[in-house]
């Protein structure tokens, strides 16, 4: 079992940034692959980026390459997100979620067995 805790989110204005971070709690957290996803008013929850135990294996969403940083901190049991010159379209509830089965992490929802309860990010002026 784990446990996943976000928290960064907010109300920021177009082109400032944001850093989300993920706590997690319970068995070794380096054996899961993590996954941020996110979801907008109306719409499906959608893969945002991943990365696999070690960082070695990194996957971003086409919209966010270049400007989001998936990173974790083994030691910390910390997953973060970096998000850099947000966009309105950027607005979401961001998850974060941990894979036992997925080794080099995964884009697919279904991977992901464990999920955090979603940290809220609005981009608006």
Known sequence: QVQLVE??????QPVCSLRLSCAAFGRTFSSYALGWFRQAPGKERGFVASIDGGGGYIYYRGSVKGRFTISRDNAKNTV?????????????????AASAAAMYGSTAYADYGYWGQGTQVTVSS
């Open 7 to 12: 928290s960064g989110g907010g109300l920021v």
């Open 80 to 96: 973060y997100l970096q998000m850099n010159s947000l966009r309105p379209e950027d607005t979401a509830v961001y998850y974060c």
